[in-house]
């Protein structure tokens, strides 16, 4: 009775219960993570390097609920031919800093890993929840990675970068000032993703140091003029979860901003994979923590955990503008013909034109040349150019994902099939392909740069009855645990439904396979792909290879791991 009448007096006295979420808060990869508020409404950007359409913008009212609400860089023409010149599997769209200033929001990064350098873009937008209003870029040319924006009192606009520099920048011309290096952290490497906050009289300089890894951390200083001289954080870092045994290791990049009753949360990447950091197929993904920024001091911030408590959240809602899917909805897609691709589904650098579109058959795709992996040379094999892969972040730690495929290639050595894809190098395929004997399954994986060594690859002819014409095929992969994929296939009968008990699987796969490797900055994608494995010329294959056709695409979260041992149903905390 007494703690009731206690509780009552506190909600009298208005003061406002917390609220438990759960990390992280835009699960699978999405590192580096932006955010700042408006008018109630929250709005992050993460990075996407050569993945296209880049640099997504959710928006959430709940802090929980968050949506897609439009990709910054969405149609080619805005940096155009710049995609297929970038060779590695890490370059392109780095991490950027989303800001909105005076009824425009801004998005600054930098796009690596072309002929021409490194090329500073400034996207702006009075309409994030539209990708068409999203502007041809302004183009800078930085010295250093990860542009910070901020506009000064006075009405000049300064970009942070990494060692970390500070500039002026023209919004307009892109025109940069002289580079004063205004801290270098606090000693460990790789000081960068930098942000620059004013408040109570000081500008408070936010860093990452410690490289992406499990050395990353977040640090802080302080000066009276944006040009310092900058005093660090005696009680630096400020957040990290280096030398612990916690769950979400690699902590740092982060942002800091206020909800609308003016209280200070964090978003930062981190990877679920602590302590060990072995198995972690998603990558980097973003987190939110409760920051208590009292005056004239620095911030102090949670620990990031998987089940969080902290100030009130707003009331939860899914009442958010714009058609694109919340980031835990499911996906259940038949493509009719005529349908638009959905907003979240990512290609590797831009598609080639006409590979992809939604047919009476369903998503049509046509095999290209280059299969998953590619080679150097030539250019047209390396799958620089118009690879024909589309997949979805792998956003749940135990999920379903499948297909069916209607498929009957006459080119032997044509494939079409299911893909968790970290990389060209990191990949673990299940396909139909077209060989001697026939039409057949085959698995295999590409596992560069991984403990973990890439299975046998193997072929096994399709039973005879699932080769009759305009029959389909079934494809799944099921991750039932933390560690590893199930593949199989199923007969699919005339009714769509998959024939009971013709389901095979064909193997199981450790998630090392996608974990770190040639992709460490990157997170593992599930989707299809078609190829033709060398076959044909340029970036074609022959006429014999015919298109693959899927239909009923769905993929379902099961389960995220929140602590080294629990796990939650996946869509709970979320509407
Ligand atoms: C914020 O909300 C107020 C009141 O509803 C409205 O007048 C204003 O235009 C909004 N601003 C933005 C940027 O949405
Ligand atoms: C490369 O940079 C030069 C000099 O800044 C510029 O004139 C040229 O247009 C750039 N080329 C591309 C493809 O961006
Ligand atoms: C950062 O380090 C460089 C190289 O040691 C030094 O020249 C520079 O003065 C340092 N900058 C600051 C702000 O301390
Ligand atoms: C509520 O959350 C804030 C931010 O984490 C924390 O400082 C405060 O102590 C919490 N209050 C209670 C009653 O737990
Ligand atoms: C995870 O699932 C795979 C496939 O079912 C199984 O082989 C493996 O033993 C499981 N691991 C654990 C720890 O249960
Ligand atoms: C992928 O294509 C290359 C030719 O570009 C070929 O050498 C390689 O064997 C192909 N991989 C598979 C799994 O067929």
Known sequence: MKVLTVLTSLFGAGLAANSTYYNPILPGWHSDPSCTQVNGTFFCVTSTFIAFPGLPVYASKDLVNWKLASHTWNHESQLPGLSWTTASQQQGMYAATLRYHQGTFYVICEYLGTPNGTVGVVFKSTDPFNDA?????????????????????????????????????????????????????????????????????????????????????????????????????????????RGTNEFFQTVGHADLFQDAAGKWWGVALATRSGPEYQIYPMGRETVLFPVTWNEGEFPIASTVKGKMSGWQLPAPTRDIPGNGPFVADPDVYDFPAGSTIPKHFLYWRVPKQGTFSTTAQGLQVVPSRNNLTGQMTPVELSGRQGLAFIGRRQTDTEFTFSVDLSFTPKQIGTEAGVTVFLTQFNHIDLAVIRTKCGLSLRYGAEAQSVSEPAPKSKTIPLPKEWRASGSMVRLEIHAGNRTHYTFSASRVGGDGQAIEGSKQVVSVASAKLVSGGTGNFVGSLVGVYATCNGAGSGTSCPAESGNAYFTRWRYTGEKQAISATEEVPSQLGHL
Do not use: C
Not at 138 to 150: A, C, E, N, S, Y
Not at 153 to 162: E, I, P, R
Not at 216 to 233: C, D, E, L, N, Q
């Open 133 to 241: 209003s999203w502007s041809d870029p302004v183009i800078f040319r930085p010295t250093k990675i990860d542009p910070d924006l901020f506009w000064d009192d006075d009405g000049t606009v300064y970009s942070a970068t990494q060692t970390i520099l500070l500039q002026t920048l023209d919004l307009t011309t892109g025109a940069l000032g002289p580079i004063n290096n205004i801290w270098n952290g606090t000693g460990g490497v790789w000081p960068e993703g930098p942000h620059i906050y004013k408040k109570d009289g000081y500008y408070y300089l936010l860093i990452a140091e410690g490289g992406t890894a499990q050395d990353h951390s977040v640090r802080m200083a302080r000066a009276k003029s944006i040009g310092g001289p900058y005093t660090g954080y005696e009680k630096n870092p400020v957040l990290t979860a």
